[in-house]
């Protein structure tokens, strides 16, 4: 679903504050799920509540977003799309490379003359426990 917001709706409602409209961030959690004065902008599990699907479905082409002006048009497909993500429950997670990274635990071994040399008592014991299956 990024994907098809970055393509057509960022240029608009994305980071950069020079051509950003409305006041509209969909690029961000916060942005995306905002109160508007007439509304929520998504409604996680009811996208006839949210106005976002309401401006990229409407029939009124001069309502409907992205505008003609703009040169980008959603497709049938990826309207669907974001409705079914939007009743989904419309999940944001953050992308994986933003997320915090966490160092494992090292697997233990119950067999402890097994690991001899200094790479397997370190990081080939993931390998060697996880092919091998022992422990």
């Known amino acids: 679903m ?3 917001l970055s393509d057509n709706c960022f240029l608009c409602h994305g ?3 020079g051509t950003r409209l409305a006041d509209l961030r969909l690029d961000t959690n916060d942005g995306a799920f905002s109160k508007r ?6 409604v ?3 996208p006839e509540a949210s106005l976002f699907y309401q ?6 082409e001069v309502l409907r977003m992205p505008p003609v002006s703009s040169k980008r048009e959603l497709t049938v497909e990826q309207i669907d799309v974001l409705r079914r993500w939007i009743d989904e429950g419309a999940s944001w997670d953050q992308h994986w490379s933003f997320e915090t ?3 494992p635990e090292p697997p233990r071994l119950d067999r402890a003359n097994w690991a001899r040399s200094p ?3 370190t990081g080939g014991i993931f ?5 091998t299956g022992l422990r």
């Open 127 to 131: 390998l060697l426990s996880s092919v």
């Open 119 to 121: 790479l397997l008592k």
């Open 55 to 60: 401006r990229i479905s409407h029939k009124n």
């Open 101 to 103: 990274l966490a160092k």
């Open 37 to 42: 004065d007439n509304g929520m902008t998504i």
């Open 44 to 46: 996680p599990g009811d």
């Open 15 to 17: 980071p950069d504050k």
């Open 2 to 4: 990024r994907p098809i």
